[in-house]
């Protein structure tokens, strides 16, 4: 696996997903949730950020038959 296929590296601290403006560190300083339904590449990702000292401010994990509003409480 590349993960060139996968990011765009603009600097060290610049990890984008390809063909996204927003990156896990853009998440990270916006103090934003991660929501994705990727079960394929973005463990690897999360780890390589983690293993660098990074974190990211929650985790929702779609299954990839839902959506997100399937995750949303129903108003009255």
């Known amino acids: 696996m590349q993960l ?15 063909g996204h403006r927003i990156g896990i560190r853009y998440l990270e300083l ?18 390589e950020h983690w293993e660098n000292g990074g974190h990211i401010w929650g985790l929702v994990w779609l299954r990839s038959s839902g959506n997100l509003s399937s995750c949303l409480p129903v108003g009255d």
């Not at 060139?4 to 997903?17: G, K, S, V």
């Not at 934003?32 to 339904?37: A, E, F, M, Y």
């Open 4 to 18: 060139e296929n996968y990011f765009e590296f603009l600097a060290p601290d610049d990890i984008r997903i390809k």
């Open 30 to 47: 916006s103090q934003r949730l991660l929501v994705t339904d990727n079960r394929k590449s973005m463990p690897g990702h999360l780890k």
